[in-house]
């Protein structure tokens, strides 16, 4: 009897896991696909494919300019936070010199600050640079997320790299920056993979301080949060879910395409720390 | 002009000092190998050369030039590395170009010197393909002909052939011989192997813990070790040490006590010890007589191994000691049988207390026709004449290798 | 004396030069501002008039003025927001310990399409936060929440619950989305330690024939417990600083306002520089002494396997 429960328990416990998992985002997608009276109708198969959503989400409100924000400060996001990751994670990873364990914690120490902690103070930078409501505000300000787990995680690459490498582009006449560039890396660009879309993934998510130093030029989370109807009760779920879809189908690409660098990615600097 | 000239060179890992007060001579053209056991500081002196490591005092001079400060691109140095450490996104052209790149040499001089070197190395058909496409062999020769292309005024290897299985260990030092002979360069090598240092090395530098035991002729270390390390540490196999005390010595010779009762007259120069004192005896397995002599002792043959081309006898002597014996072809002798070994007395070596050897009274091997051949006393004659032969031969045959070029 | 070649000098001049970007701009956007705004929590700062302060001392924290205790530790909203952060992340982190544990061990098993389930499993982690909190809205919505439909079908709740909008239920709102969408990560951390464990473990344990829950209790977890301390203590500090969702979630309703979100509610909407930099100080103050304790165990707990 037990023989013929465990599999069958088994497969249930794995049938409800992927249930939970992606319910909602599957009901996200029929909704989106619905409007008026219909997106009311509780019925858990989709019956309407009704694309007057998708249309309104982006007549509503500058939802194109929000999508172009985030982009631009993702990617911009990205390429400073590997920039300065892949220089620092070579002196951290490969030279040696006094207080370089102590640098390594205080950088990783950065990325447990509550973002709160930096508000007011990164306030006044933005306001004093005249980067309010700009996107080089957010570019500057999402480097506290990115930067701290970008060292990291690439410095603990540089560290795997075989030092005979560098001592052969050392006797070959190399200079620090040649070996980084010409030899190291082409031999890091997994890594690079990795934790650029990390850095991708935390700056397209970020919301406070998209919220607090960008309020009117929007990036896509706080377009979503702000999308009202005429008043409280009746918000335009049809273009919000519409909205989410557009945003996530493609991050849910990217993720189940890299889904094991990024796992790798996450759990080497959880586990190795 | 590439000499190399090391003054005193002592190296410290913070407060521990691997390299103590190293001084050498390697003059122009000289192939050098620094051969000892691991952690000997041999790979730390030859990473002092090349610049990888700072030294801590000394002086190091390439070309009569102090280098002491100078990166290892500005002292004119190539080095092959234990693991070959080629790139392994850049095929095998682009691996032998990229020091030449970074030098900003034009790009027709770099293509004629790396064809140059891949064609002394046979490398040419394998040019465009990457490191992991290349045997174990190939990726040597890529990372020799790396070192070639920069025409450098020394060449230095950390144990390259350490990674390779026996039969291209063989191969390959063959084609480092011949490259020697062929470019005329400067070359410091390192190994633990010491077949590979008796049969490339003009000069041997022997080092255990940090110090310089013995520099000489490989001939010259395995005629005349100075001390029990590198007596112990040339020839294979070891050397057999007994322990013994002097009998009777004078500036001509030593007595000296063996097992069972006999002695034997070691020719060498005794004026430093005295009757009763103790000594270890060495002679080479190779030297030993399986049918006597005048000075012998008796002993039981415990393992007869038979390789076809020589064979061995392990003879356990009177005072309890495994006394191994080597000689060619077949064994004359079984197993669980009593042997009568036979003790030369001119190739015998006594090392006193402290570890250094008695001074030989012959330097290395005379002609056997020559006076002192004919004056040498009978354990000479009776000397198995495969031991003679053994070390004029391993002389004809290093010779012969380098004419195979 | 050492004496340092040409190439170690240039090495660690270059070294620092490679540095001195990163932890410039590191700097210009952590450390300043933190010390910014810890300085701001000693006046009476107002964002309207950043220029314009005194400093106050204390009493942004505490003080008795006409009578009255005023200040944060005076505040009741502030403890409320303590009580709600540290409540929230003992619950959540237990459960996506617990649950994570769950689905880490099926993922370690091997079966047919487990890849598949691999991959369904990370789709709540690569949803962005506001966007989770969106939909969940959607169904947790009283009157057309699919939830609510579907609970009443099964007779499990005989009237619609508002979730979000209900102070007793709003709490729990948050944890059930915050669990399912942190939950993933917690699970392939602990996957990975689990994969990194010696199978001969479990193969004595098999031909032992000892049963798969003890098993799991006497061998795996004490196995994989360095890992799941990291794994928790990391979820803890991310939890302790909870913001977007609670701020979607129940939009700045005071019962479930969390201690970020109580700090920038006084700095932004109140513009109270003073105060809410006070709170945010408090926050972090609380966060580190945290991280320090963990990390001071840990080391001490390091040293003592490695002195065994």
Same mark, same amino acid.
């Given at each position: 009897?037990?023989?013929?429960?465990?599999?069958?328990?088994?497969?249930?416990?794995?049938?409800?896991?992927?249930?939970?998992?992606?319910?909602?985002?599957?009901?996200?997608?029929?909704?989106?696909?619905?409007?008026?009276?219909?997106?009311?109708?509780?019925?858990?198969?989709?019956?309407?494919?009704?694309?007057?959503?998708?249309?309104?989400?982006?007549?509503?409100?500058?939802?194109?300019?929000?999508?172009?924000?985030?982009?631009?400060?993702?990617? =911009?996001?990205?390429?400073?936070?590997?920039?300065?990751?892949?220089?620092?994670?070579?002196?951290?990873?490969?030279?040696?010199?006094?207080?370089?364990?102590?640098?390594?914690?205080?950088?990783?120490?950065?990325?447990?600050?509550?973002?709160?902690?930096?508000?007011?103070?990164?306030?006044?930078?933005?306001?004093?640079?005249?980067?309010?409501?700009?996107?080089?505000?957010?570019?500057?300000?999402?480097?506290?997320?990115?930067?701290?787990?970008?060292?990291?995680?690439?410095?603990?690459?540089?560290?795997?790299?075989?030092?005979?490498?560098?001592?052969?582009?050392?006797?070959?006449?190399?200079?620090?920056?040649?070996?980084?560039?010409?030899?190291?890396?082409?031999?890091?660009?997994?890594?690079?993979?990795?934790?650029?879309?990390?850095?991708?993934?935390?700056?397209?998510?970020?919301?406070?301080?998209?919220?607090?130093?960008?309020?009117?030029?929007?990036?896509?989370?706080?377009?979503?949060?702000?999308? =009202?109807?005429?008043?409280?009760?009746?918000?335009?779920?049809?273009?919000?879910?519409?909205?989410?879809?557009?945003?996530?189908?493609?991050?849910?690409?990217?993720?189940?395409?890299?889904?094991?660098?990024?796992?790798?990615?996450? =759990?080497?600097?959880?586990?190795?720390? | 002009?590439?000499?190399?000239?090391?003054?005193?060179?002592?190296?410290?890992?913070?407060?521990?000092?691997?390299?103590?007060?190293?001084?050498?001579?390697? /003059?122009?053209?000289?192939?050098?190998?620094?051969?000892?056991?691991?952690?000997?500081?041999?790979?730390?002196?030859?990473?002092?050369?090349?610049?990888?490591?700072?030294?801590?005092?000394?002086?190091?001079?390439?070309?009569?030039?102090?280098?002491?400060?100078?990166?290892?691109?500005?002292?004119?140095?190539?080095?092959?590395?234990?693991?070959?450490?080629?790139?392994?996104?850049?095929?095998?052209?682009?691996?032998?170009?990229?020091?030449?790149?970074?030098?900003?040499?034009?790009?027709?001089?770099?293509?004629?010197?790396?064809? /140059?070197?891949?064609?002394?190395?046979?490398?040419?058909?394998?040019? /465009?393909?990457?490191? *992991?496409?290349?045997?174990?062999?190939?990726?040597?020769?890529?990372?020799?002909?790396?070192?070639?292309?920069?025409?450098?005024?020394?060449?230095?290897?950390?144990?390259?052939?350490?990674?390779?299985?026996?039969?291209?260990?063989?191969?390959?030092?063959?084609?480092?011989?011949?490259?020697?002979?062929?470019?005329?360069?400067?070359?410091?090598?390192?190994?633990?192997?010491?077949? &590979?240092?008796?049969?490339?090395?003009?000069?041997?530098?022997?080092?255990?813990?940090?110090?310089? &035991?013995?520099?000489?002729?490989?001939?010259?270390?395995?005629?005349?070790?100075?001390?029990?390390?590198?007596?112990?540490?040339?020839?294979?196999?070891?050397?057999?040490?007994?322990?013994?005390?002097?009998?009777?010595?004078?500036?001509?010779?030593?007595?000296?006590?063996?097992?069972?009762?006999?002695?034997?007259?070691?020719?060498?120069?005794?004026?430093?010890?005295?009757?009763?004192?103790?000594? *270890?005896?060495?002679?080479?397995?190779?030297?030993?007589? /399986?049918?006597?002599? &005048?000075?012998?002792?008796?002993?039981?043959?415990?393992?007869?191994?038979?390789?076809?081309?020589?064979?061995?006898?392990?003879?356990?002597?009177?005072?309890?000691?495994?006394?191994?014996?080597?000689?060619?072809?077949?064994?004359?002798?079984?197993?669980?049988?009593?042997?009568?070994?036979?003790?030369?007395?001119?190739?015998?070596?006594?090392?006193?207390?402290?570890?250094?050897?008695?001074? *030989?009274?012959?330097?290395?091997?005379?002609?056997?026709?020559?006076?002192?051949?004919?004056?040498?006393?009978?354990?000479?004659?009776?000397?198995?004449?495969?031991?003679?032969?053994?070390?004029?031969?391993?002389?004809?045959?290093?010779?012969?290798?380098?004419?195979?070029? | 004396?050492?004496?340092?070649?040409?190439?170690?000098?240039?090495?660690?001049?270059?070294?620092?030069?490679?540095?001195?970007?990163?932890?410039?701009?590191?700097?210009?956007?952590?450390?300043?501002?933190?010390?910014?705004?810890?300085?701001?929590?000693?006046?009476?700062?107002?964002?309207?008039?950043?220029?314009?302060?005194?400093?106050?001392?204390?009493?942004?924290?505490?003080?008795?003025?006409?009578?009255?205790?005023?200040?944060?530790?005076?505040?009741?909203?502030?403890?409320?927001?303590?009580?709600?952060?540290?409540?929230?992340?003992?619950?959540?982190?237990?459960?996506?310990?617990?649950?994570?544990?769950?689905?880490?061990?099926?993922?370690?098993?091997?079966?047919?399409?487990?890849?598949?389930?691999?991959?369904?499993?990370?789709?709540?982690?690569?949803?962005?936060?506001?966007?989770?909190?969106?939909?969940?809205?959607?169904?947790?919505?009283?009157?057309?929440?699919?939830?609510?439909?579907?609970?009443?079908?099964?007779?499990?709740?005989?009237?619609?619950?508002?979730?979000?909008?209900?102070?007793?239920?709003?709490?729990?709102?948050?944890?059930?989305?915050?669990?399912?969408?942190?939950?993933?990560?917690?699970?392939?951390?602990?996957?990975?330690?689990?994969?990194?464990?010696?199978?001969?473990?479990?193969?004595?344990?098999?031909?032992?024939?000892?049963?798969?829950?003890?098993?799991?209790?006497?061998?795996?977890?004490?196995?994989?417990?360095?890992?799941?301390?990291?794994?928790?203590?990391?979820?803890?500090?991310?939890?302790?600083?909870?913001?977007?969702?609670?701020?979607?979630?129940?939009?700045?309703?005071?019962?479930?306002?969390?201690?970020?979100?109580?700090?920038?509610?006084?700095?932004?909407?109140?513009?109270?520089?003073?105060?809410?930099?006070?709170?945010?100080?408090?926050?972090?103050?609380?966060?580190?002494?945290?991280?320090?304790?963990?990390?001071?165990?840990?080391?001490?707990?390091?040293?003592?396997?490695?002195?065994?």
């Amino acid at each position: 009897m037990t023989r013929i429960l465990k599999p069958i328990g088994f497969w249930l416990l794995v049938a409800v896991i992927v249930v939970y998992a992606v319910f909602p985002f599957y009901y996200a997608v029929l909704t989106s696909m619905r409007s008026g009276q219909a997106l009311f109708d509780p019925s858990l198969l989709p019956n309407s494919f009704d694309f007057s959503n998708y249309v309104g989400v982006f007549q509503q409100q500058p939802f194109a300019l929000n999508i172009l924000n985030s982009i631009i400060v993702a990617v =911009t996001v990205v390429v400073i936070s590997l920039f300065l990751g892949v220089t620092a994670a070579y002196a951290l990873g490969r030279v040696h010199f006094a207080g370089r364990g102590l640098l390594l914690i205080t950088i990783l120490a950065v990325s447990m600050f509550p973002q709160v902690a930096v508000l007011s103070g990164m306030y006044e930078v933005i306001r004093l640079l005249g980067l309010y409501n700009t996107m080089p505000a957010l570019m500057l300000s999402n480097l506290i997320l990115t930067l701290p787990f970008t060292v990291w995680v690439l410095t603990t690459f540089m560290k795997e790299l075989p030092r005979e490498l560098e001592e052969a582009a050392f006797v070959d006449g190399a200079s620090p920056w040649t070996v980084v560039r010409r030899v190291f890396l082409p031999l890091m660009w997994p890594a690079l993979v990795t934790t650029g879309l990390l850095a991708f993934i935390a700056a397209w998510n970020e919301f406070l301080f998209a919220l607090t130093f960008s309020p009117d030029n929007r990036t896509v989370p706080v377009a979503i949060s702000s999308m =009202t109807g005429a008043s409280q009760q009746e918000l335009p779920w049809g273009n919000i879910m519409a909205g989410s879809v557009i945003v996530t189908l493609p991050l849910i690409v990217l993720v189940l395409i890299f889904q094991r660098k990024i796992v790798a990615g996450l =759990t080497a600097g959880a586990v190795k720390g | 002009m590439a000499s190399v000239t090391l003054k005193n060179i002592r190296k410290a890992f913070g407060r521990i000092e691997t390299v103590h007060g190293v001084n050498l001579d390697i /003059e122009d053209k000289d192939f050098v190998v620094f051969v000892g056991p691991s952690g000997c500081g041999k790979s730390t002196l030859l990473r002092l050369i090349a610049g990888l490591e700072d030294i801590t005092s000394g002086d190091l001079l390439i070309d009569g030039r102090k280098v002491n400060d100078k990166t290892p691109k500005d002292r004119g140095i190539s080095m092959v590395f234990q693991s070959y450490a080629l790139y392994p996104h850049m095929n095998v052209y682009q691996n032998m170009a990229f020091g030449l790149e970074l030098a900003k040499t034009a790009n027709t001089t770099i293509d004629a010197k790396v064809r /140059e070197a891949a064609q002394i190395l046979e490398l040419t058909p394998l040019l /465009e393909r990457l490191p *992991k496409q290349l045997s174990g062999g190939q990726r040597q020769r890529v990372a020799i002909g790396r070192a070639i292309v920069r025409e450098p005024k020394v060449f230095l290897f950390d144990e390259p052939l350490s990674n390779l299985d026996a039969a291209l260990r063989v191969q390959m030092r063959i084609s480092i011989a011949k490259l020697h002979k062929q470019m005329g360069a400067t070359m410091v090598y390192v190994t633990h192997d010491q077949v &590979e240092a008796m049969t490339l090395a003009d000069k041997i530098v022997v080092l255990n813990a940090g110090n310089v &035991e013995q520099v000489g002729a490989p001939l010259e270390l395995y005629h005349n070790p100075r001390n029990l390390f590198v007596a112990g540490f040339i020839g294979s196999p070891q050397m057999n040490f007994i322990d013994t005390e002097v009998l009777a010595s004078d500036p001509s010779g030593a007595k000296i006590a063996l097992p069972g009762g006999g002695s034997v007259v070691a020719k060498v120069d005794g004026s430093s010890v005295r009757a009763g004192d103790k000594v *270890k005896l060495g002679v080479r397995p190779e030297h030993l007589s /399986e049918t006597g002599g &005048e000075a012998s002792f008796k002993g039981a043959v415990e393992v007869v191994e038979e390789l076809g081309e020589s064979h061995f006898l392990y003879v356990r002597g009177g005072d309890g000691k495994l006394i191994t014996l080597r000689h060619a072809g077949d064994a004359p002798v079984s197993a669980a049988s009593d042997v009568t070994v036979g003790v030369p007395g001119d190739l015998c070596h006594v090392f006193k207390a402290d570890g250094t050897a008695l001074r *030989k009274k012959e330097a290395g091997v005379c002609a056997p026709d020559s006076p002192e051949a004919q004056m040498k006393s009978q354990p000479a004659q009776l000397l198995p004449l495969s031991g003679r032969q053994a070390v004029s031969s391993s002389r004809r045959r290093r010779w012969t290798s380098l004419n195979m070029a | 004396m050492a004496s340092q070649s040409d190439l170690t000098r240039a090495r660690v001049r270059s070294a620092w030069l490679f540095l001195t970007p990163m932890l410039f701009v590191l700097a210009l956007v952590a450390g300043w501002p933190l010390l910014r705004t810890i300085w701001f929590g000693f006046t009476d700062a107002k964002l309207s008039a950043p220029g314009l302060y005194k400093f106050v001392g204390l009493s942004n924290y505490l003080t008795y003025v006409d009578g009255r205790w005023l200040g944060l530790l005076a505040n009741k909203i502030w403890w409320l927001s303590v009580w709600n952060t540290v409540w929230f992340s003992i619950v959540s982190v237990i459960l996506e310990t617990v649950l994570g544990t769950i689905v880490a061990l099926v993922l370690n098993a091997n079966f047919k399409g487990r890849a598949i389930v691999r991959a369904a499993v990370l789709i709540p982690w690569a949803i962005p936060t506001i966007v989770s909190a969106k939909m969940w809205l959607w169904m947790l919505n009283d009157q057309f929440g699919i939830l609510n439909h579907i609970l009443m079908n099964l007779h499990i709740i005989s009237s619609p619950i508002a979730w979000t909008a209900n102070s007793s239920t709003a709490m729990w709102a948050v944890i059930m989305v915050d669990v399912w969408k942190t939950t993933p990560f917690m699970a392939l951390l602990i996957l990975a330690a689990l994969q990194m464990m010696p199978s001969d473990c479990y193969e004595a344990a098999k031909v032992d024939g000892i049963h798969p829950v003890k098993v799991f209790f006497r061998v795996t977890l004490p196995l994989i417990r360095p890992a799941l301390m990291v794994a928790v203590v990391f979820r803890a500090l991310d939890a302790l600083r909870i913001f977007d969702l609670i701020y979607v979630l129940t939009s700045g309703s005071r019962d479930t306002i969390s201690m970020s979100g109580f700090a920038r509610l006084q700095l932004i909407d109140f513009a109270k520089t003073g105060l809410g930099s006070a709170a945010s100080t408090s926050l972090f103050l609380v966060i580190a002494i945290i991280t320090i304790l963990a990390m001071t165990i840990g080391k001490v707990r390091v040293s003592e396997d490695a002195a065994k």
